[in-house]
């Protein structure tokens, strides 16, 4: 009888130290998880500033382009004006 008691004893021992190291690893998933969702907040919000900021590049260009064709078109004779 003292035997299987401490066989029992040594099997409940064995699944307690389980159940510790399940909790365990519970909570390191839970933590990369808690990590994994917090770099996924950081990486959108890097995408929506690099959106933006490229939505204002896209401006500026357009600006620039606008700006260029305007002062191009001033600078010579049209076919017209020139006698043709």
């Known amino acids: ?3 299987q008691l401490k066989v029992s004893l040594s099997t409940q021992r064995s699944v307690a130290k389980l159940v510790e190291v399940s909790l365990s690893t519970q909570r ?3 933590k990369l998880v808690e990590v994994s969702l917090s770099t996924q907040r950081s990486m ?4 929506e500033e ?4 490229s939505k204002q ?3 500026i260009q357009e600006t620039l ?3 260029r064709r305007s002062k191009s078109s001033g ?3 049209s ?3 020139a006698g043709h």
């Open 44 to 47: 959108a919000t890097l995408v």
């Open 1 to 3: 009888m003292d035997e």
């Open 50 to 53: 690099v959106s933006k900021i």
């Open 65 to 67: 382009a606008k700006e």
């Open 75 to 77: 600078k010579y004779q």
């Open 28 to 30: 390191s998933v839970a």
């Open 79 to 81: 076919y017209k004006d």
């Open 57 to 59: 590049l896209g401006g």
